[in-house]
Nanobody
Framework: VQLVESGGGLVQTGGSLRLSCVASGFTWHTYGIGWFRQAPGREREGVAC????????NYADSVKGRFTTSTDNAKNTAYLQMNSLKSEDTAVYYC????????????????WGQGTQVTVSS
């Protein structure tokens, strides 16, 4: 399994970014993909997930209404659209994949991307 994230960068408060996660090495519709982030000095936290078969999604309360995860099945790519960004969203963002329905817990996933930095400036 290989996961490659992209799309991070520097954005002002209130701005938007879209992260991409290109996946390979597994049967697409059998997995779930989770999005996680880790800020300096803090534990990694799950922010969103999507089941690649049903399209079911789930979000952490901290991002609900601002972040949306989706997929382009033809491209084996998952996306995390992040709107109304806040300084507290600054973190390294990771996508993860495994045989899960849709999990926001780190232990649910055994396959991880390399991460992409998102910095929100005020």
């Amino acid at each position: 399994v290989q996961l490659v994230e992209s799309g991070g960068g520097l954005v002002q408060t209130g701005g938007s970014l879209r992260l991409s996660c290109v996946a390979s090495g597994f049967t697409w519709h059998t997995y779930g993909i989770g999005w996680f982030r880790q800020a300096p000095g803090r534990e990694r936290e799950g922010v969103a997930c999507i089941n690649l078969n049903s399209g079911v999604t789930n979000y952490a309360d901290s991002v609900k209404g601002r972040f949306t995860t989706s997929t382009d099945n033809a491209k084996n790519t998952a996306y995390l659209q992040m709107n109304s960004l806040k300084s507290e969203d600054t973190a390294v963002y990771y996508c993860a994949a495994d045989l899960v329905l849709c999990g926001l817990h780190e232990v649910d996933y055994g396959n991880w991307g390399q991460g992409t930095q998102v910095t929100v400036s005020s």
